[in-house]
């Protein structure tokens, strides 16, 4: 029913940055929130960022405050994350989700939705 697809991925430079986009199509999107995931190789799915749609209550992992910012454009059905002072460690692919049922919002398995992931590798 929903499909998320995001992009900006890309290799930049440790304290350079980069922005995300996630484009929700389908029947209208009118989800509780939305979030950002990332998995490195051989690592499981982390937290990154969330943000409630209608509230605009914002929530961030702990390694990525006052970094990144994530927002969303309800009349472009967009999420993004933007993403300030990037470090190698933030290398990742990085991936989008949609959540309905307003379950806490930095847990993977509280997301109905997910995008295809795109890579953001950070050099040193």
């Known amino acids: 029913q929903v499909q998320l697809v995001e992009s900006g991925g890309g290799l930049v430079q440790a304290g350079g940055s980069l922005r995300l986009s996630c484009v929700a199509s389908g029947r209208t999107f009118n989800p509780y929130a939305m979030g950002w995931f990332r998995q490195a190789p051989g690592k499981e799915r982390d937290f990154v960022a969330a943000i409630r749609w209608s509230a605009g209550i914002t929530r961030y992992a702990d390694s990525v405050k006052g970094r990144f910012t994530i927002s969303g454009d309800s009349a472009k059905n967009t999420v993004y994350l933007q993403m300030n002072s990037l470090k190698p460690e933030d290398t990742a692919v990085y991936y989008c989700?949609?959540?309905?049922?307003?379950?806490?919002?930095?847990?993977?398995?509280?997301?109905?939705?997910w995008g295809q992931g795109t890579q953001v590798t950070v050099s040193s």
């Open positions: 989700a949609a959540q309905n049922t307003g379950l806490r919002q930095w847990v993977l398995g509280a997301y109905d939705y």
